[in-house]
């Protein structure tokens, strides 16, 4: 036992685990890389047919009028669904946020829980209902815009809340915005015209059509290229980066220091 | 190894009774810290086999083989993953070259101090501190000096020089004192008013669109800038940087209005200064349920449909609120400046307004 131990202090001691230690530190500082990629689900357009509307109301009824109340009224626990358009209907549905699992500060993503025709039926109904912002027309979803003109519209309407390199961020009491590097265009393009959740709502006077495809564009550019200066470190800014240096760094020249100071046995 | 303690031993009584002096009336501290002396040598490993003196010579040769395998890296890299238009490219050929430079550099520094510590001799010496004071002989020497300087310059004799050296080291560092002058001017009352004035339209920012209260459905943010300020400007970033504001439009019966603000909103449309009353940073993470306005600086928060009262953080001041109306044509329009110097407090700004 006690031999062994002395076997491991020597191991400790020896220059070569420091020298073990050390490289491992330099590895892991200069050389962490992550592939982004981040693929662009294809546009569906919505037709809104008789069959649909009734099939909508069925799957309405059995799903969403606990909460949003039998002809989509709203109650206590859930706004009513009147007027919120078709767009609205398929950014909650596709994205897995809605039916929400429980009531909370926000409604996250989850795994989607019905398919693209149920989505569009239920999107058909209750826009049957009430006009409201429609789903997107695919000619603006193509991230074929100015993706500089994007960066700056996103930079001067978006960046606040969601991070100038679409990373998301905290608000006020449990509440965040999301990050939108896994978001499809269509995504992107709906919750801009319908405001989920805590997220005011950017009409087409406030931000045309062409200049949501082209904030798309920045987004897409983002999602599609990985960071020219080597890893973003999650694109926090000096939170991550700080800490990086601070631990990561710093350890590493505490490190040096002991192993200079110390009597070579 | 004996002979040589022996010697330093030695060395240093002479030098203590050297310097043994009076203390005087000096309170004796008899509770200092005891000098603990040298600890006993120890003898290396590299000194005691000769096995591991070759180990260590390998280590050292290694890592001087490393630093050199480093340094080829470097110089290879630089030419195989070479810069183009493509920004990408910068990342593989600054991470090569870094990896095979600090390599390059580490593997002498580490080399260096490895052979120092383990292959070059371990004697513990110590050296002994010299009082301040000179010898009588030194001290006599210096004045000398500077007396045979001053007769083979003639600074005393030859006053014109003299006093023209003074005249120019006085006026030397004048230029560098006036520099300070720039700091100013004073801001002056810039700092109490803003571009707004009364009737300036409201326009989108960037683009300097100006905007109808038609366009802003409830639920909605904009980011507004007054319209007139375009990048053409001179002052542009300054009166932006002032001017900033927050449009959103809440529903007419959710809005709390003290008395004398009543008419500063329009059908729910209100507007107020996007620039923290903290320290400035822009606010704008506006949640449309809540009401809240996040600053992300230092988290302030402000209740919009309360006159943007602090409900958390920092700042001390609600956000100043610009008085809007419509014009005949529908567009949003100031109906004056703002009422109070926008942003963070300064120096003579008064703490009621």
């Known amino acids: ?21 050390m490289f491992a530190g330099l590895l892991v500082v200069g050389t962490g890389y992550t592939a982004v990629s981040a693929s662009v689900s294809p546009n569906r357009e919505v037709v809104r047919t008789q069959e649909q509307i009734d099939l909508g109301k069925k799957i309405f009824l059995a799903n969403c009028a606990s909460c949003h109340g ?98 998301g961020g905290a608000l006020t009491q449990g509440k965040y915005a999301p ?18 959740q805590n997220m005011p709502v950017f009409n087409d006077a406030n931000i045309t059509p062409e200049q949501k495809n082209d904030i798309i564009t920045y987004l897409t550019y983002l999602q599609n290229n990985s960071s020219v200066g080597g890893e973003e470190l999650g694109s926090l800014g000096p939170v991550s980066e700080g800490l990086m240096a601070w631990l990561g760094l710093l350890g590493l020249l505490v490190i040096i220091a002991v192993w200079l100071a110390a009597k070579s046995n | 190894m004996t002979e040589n303690s022996k010697e330093v031993e030695l060395q240093s009584s002479a030098i203590n009774s050297e310097h043994e002096y009076d203390g005087g009336l000096r309170v004796a501290n008899l509770d200092a810290v005891k000098d603990p002396g040298l600890e006993p040598h120890r003898v290396r490993m590299t000194d005691k086999s000769v096995k591991h003196e070759k180990a260590a010579v390998r280590q050292v040769s290694l890592l001087f083989a490393v630093s050199m395998i480093g340094s080829a890296f470097a110089l290879w890299a630089y030419f195989t993953f070479p810069l183009s238009e493509n920004l990408s490219t910068v990342r593989l050929n600054t991470l090569y070259l870094g990896v095979g430079m600090t390599l390059g550099l580490m593997g002498i520094g580490i080399g260096a101090v490895h052979w120092a510590k383990t292959l070059m001799p371990d004697n513990e010496v110590s050296e002994e501190r010299h009082l301040t004071r000179g010898s009588d002989e030194k001290r006599a020497a210096a004045i000398e000096i500077l007396n045979a300087a001053n007769q083979e310059s003639g600074f005393t004799r030859r006053k014109l020089i003299r006093r023209t050296l003074y005249g120019s080291l006085a006026l030397f560092p004048l230029p560098g004192i006036i520099l300070l002058a720039d700091l100013g001017p004073n801001p002056g009352d810039s700092l109490r008013h803003t571009f707004w004035k009364k009737g300036t339209r409201l326009a989108k920012d960037p683009t300097g669109i100006e905007i109808k209260a038609s366009d802003i459905t409830i639920g909605s943010v904009f980011q507004i800038i007054p319209s007139g300020l375009n990048p053409e400007n001179k002052e542009y970033l300054e009166e932006k940087a002032k001017a900033a504001v927050l449009l959103v439009r809440v529903d007419p019966s959710e809005l709390n209005e003290t008395e004398e603000r009543k008419g500063w909103s329009y059908q729910g449309i209100v507007a107020y200064s996007k620039i923290c009353t903290h320290v400035g940073c822009p606010v704008a993470l506006y949640e449309q349920q809540t009401h809240h306005l996040l600053c992300p600086c230092h988290q302030s928060t ?39 110097p926008v942003g963070p407090s300064f120096w003579d700004r008064s703490v009621k307004s």
């Open chain 2, 302 to 340: 402000f209740d919009l449909v309360n006159g943007c009262k602090v409900i958390f953080g920092p700042a001390a001041r609600p956000l100043p609120q610009l008085p809007i109306t419509v014009d005949s044509e529908g567009y949003l329009i100031a109906q004056s400046d703002f009422l109070e």
């Open chain 1, 179 to 196: 990050q939108l590097m896994g978001s499809s265009a269509k995504t992107i393009y709906e919750a801009m015209i319908t405001g989920p």
């Open chain 1, 70 to 167: 039998k002809n989509a009224e709203g109650s206590v626990n859930a706004p009513s669904l009147i007027g919120v358009g078709e767009a609205s209907v398929d950014f909650q549905v596709s994205t897995g946020r809605m039916p929400g699992a429980a009531s909370g500060p926000q409604l996250e993503v989850k795994p989607v829980q019905f398919t693209l025709e149920e989505t569009a039926a239920m999107a058909a109904y209750i826009g049957s209902l009430a006009d409201g912002p429609s789903i997107p027309d695919a000619a603006y979803l193509q991230a074929n815009g100015n993706a500089s003109s994007g960066g700056e519209l996103f930079r001067i309407n978006c960046a606040m809340c969601h991070n100038a390199a679409g990373a």
């Open chain 1, 1 to 21: 036992m006690k031999r062994l131990r002395s076997k491991i202090n020597g191991m400790r001691r020896s220059p070569r685990a420091l020298g073990i230690v």
